[in-house]
């Protein structure tokens, strides 16, 4: 298969579905599903196993990472339903009375809560945004 214009065409389709549907997952699988279309020449059946294929031996190789970020958005969602993140809020806002200091508060915990970039994002983002807002 020869490299054409055409390849750019799954990107910028899951780009423009998801800011349109604001659905992460489905653009990307309609993305996915139209790059193997193009690769074999949109034959249903073709797409449908060479999708399968493809995905098959890409994911299962990083299994253990993707069940590790699943288990670490879920740890995050438990602190946002018990309440700690906004207990830590509003804890940290009657400490916290200058943007530096927040923005340190932010550098700080970030640092402290480094176990994996993925989780760093999820926890510190989550915590610390109503204080900077």
Known sequence: MEATMWALLPPILAIIISLITKEVNLSLLVGILVGAGLYCGFNPFTTLTTTYDVMS?????NLGVLYFIILLGMIVHLMNLSGATHEYAKWASKKLKTKRQTLLATMFLGIIIFVDDYFNCLTVGTVM???TD
């Open 57 to 61: 031996t890409r994911v299962y190789g």
């Open 129 to 131: 945004r109503p204080i």
